[in-house]
């Protein structure tokens, strides 16, 4: 739930500012944001940070509570000679 409470500040403020500078002045790129925050609101999860998520290869280790980078040769198992 602590997220979607950010996500709802997140979208009030970028939408306050839109108001603020009118619809017909701000230039398209910044709606979407608003989009994806909407559907983070929705949906519990935030789509942009789950594709760029998947584009880094991230994971989480829920031992040490880091998020770490994956590589080809983290997931291969050591060779023996």
Known sequence: M???GFYLILLVLIFSGIQLSGFDQVHWLLYIPL?????????GACPLFILVKEMLHLRHDPQDGATKTTSSSDSQAPRDS
């Open 35 to 43: 989009v994806l925050l909407i559907s983070a609101l929705a949906y």
């Open 2 to 4: 602590p997220e979607r």
